[in-house]
């Protein structure tokens, strides 16, 4: 990645993420604290889903996704968390068929997925043999099993995981599962090639990324008839063969492809 230097007498423009002075580690930090906020919300805010209302939560998560513009710069943090459990709120998942909130389960999931994205963020840092990285790696595995078991054995878990025992859900999950590894990289880099390689400020990124926008109106759209016909598993498949050749085209960009190309591959993932 490079890093662009300005030497003007203006000084650099703080309002860009290379100007903070922040690492890799750093800036996937920043992403990721609302992926931990968001998936150790999702179960819980399901149960307050199904007990109040979908449109009262959804009501409720947009008014919490607003607050964080009235917080202070020094208040990002809380911010985040604000957001992040807006989000939730704002999508709810039938998954559960408890109807009380399990605050054990809700805190092994947070726990768990902290200490995985911890050690996922650091390993490439610090060395995947290095004693904190170990620490929180052993403690993610032995949290997320804990979770497991008590799910299982519960008599009306938050998660039910005999799904996972169907096929058709086991697929699709983990179809998902590797689309958002996909997206969560692809719009982890993306941002900063196009703002510290090609130069652009944060409107124009955020107006450079609406190909892909485009391709999932598209997608959306011709969705439905392309199921009836072929079937939900030929089209899932279909979409994976897609997103991988995305990710090859997109494997290829170089600091001199320039944002035509980008726009390319970009809108091949969203459709």
Known sequence: MV???NSGAAGPDHRRWWALGADTGQQQWTADAYVVVFAALMLPAGLLGDRFGRRRMLIAGLA???????????KSTKAVGIVSAGSTLGDLPPLSASRAVDTVSTALTAGGLGALIHAIVEAPTRGWGDPPVLV????????ITALVLRERRAARPMLDMSLLAQ???????????????VLSG?????PQYLQ???GHDALGTGVRLLPMMGGLIIAAR????VVARFGARAVVSAGLVVLALAALLGSRTTTGSGYGFTALWLSIVGC
Do not use: E, I, K
């Open 186 to 190: 692809l719009l982890f880099v993306l």
């Open 196 to 198: 510290a390689v090609l």
């Open 222 to 225: 011709a969705a439905q008839p």
């Open 167 to 181: 096929r058709g859900f086991l697929f699709n999950t983990l179809a998902a599962t590797l689309l958002m590894f």
């Open 136 to 143: 929180t790696g052993a403690a993610a595995v032995v949290l």
């Open 64 to 74: 919490l996704s607003v607050l964080p513009s009235l917080f202070t710069p020094g």
């Open 3 to 5: 890093t662009p230097v």
